[in-house]
Nanobody, 123 residues
Framework: QVQLVESGGGLVQPGGSLRLSCAASGFTLNYAIIGWFRQAPGKEREGVSCMRILDSNTYYSDSVKGRFTISRDNAKNTVYLQMNSLKPEDTAVYYC????????????????WGQGTQVTVSS
């Protein structure tokens, strides 16, 4: 079964850090394009970052650029989203899924949405 499972969310104070994981099963990430999205209460889901695994090309939205870093571990078949200098406005459920491309934008979603992982930034 092809699946991506998010984990690593939690409650963190402003200025803190979290690392989210997106573990793949049923397929290899080697040729995938993975996007991270988030949805805050009452807001539309937005793309925040993506990576084209084959050439490690990455993209970040303006709202997270310089604070978030996407990476991957081929041996663990996992993509990570390192989130530093977290702000209350980063509070959201974070999702990963496969997307069509990753260049100067995040391409359209291909995969389904998983359960996501909740990130809450609050003092």
């Amino acid at each position: 079964q092809v699946q991506l499972v998010e984990s690593g969310g939690g409650l963190v104070q402003p200025g803190g850090s979290l690392r989210l994981s997106c573990a793949a099963s049923g397929f290899t990430l080697n040729y995938a394009i993975i996007g991270w999205f988030r949805q805050a209460p009452g807001k539309e889901r937005e793309g925040v970052s993506c990576m084209r695994i084959l050439d490690s090309n990455t993209y970040y939205s303006d709202s997270v650029k310089g604070r978030f870093t996407i990476s991957r571990d081929n041996a663990k078949n996992t993509v990570y989203l390192q989130m530093n200098s977290l702000k209350p406005e980063d509070t959201a459920v974070y999702y990963c899924t496969t997307v069509r491309d990753c260049g100067n934008y995040i391409g359209g979603r291909i995969g389904s949405w998983g359960q996501g992982t909740q990130v809450t930034v609050s003092s």
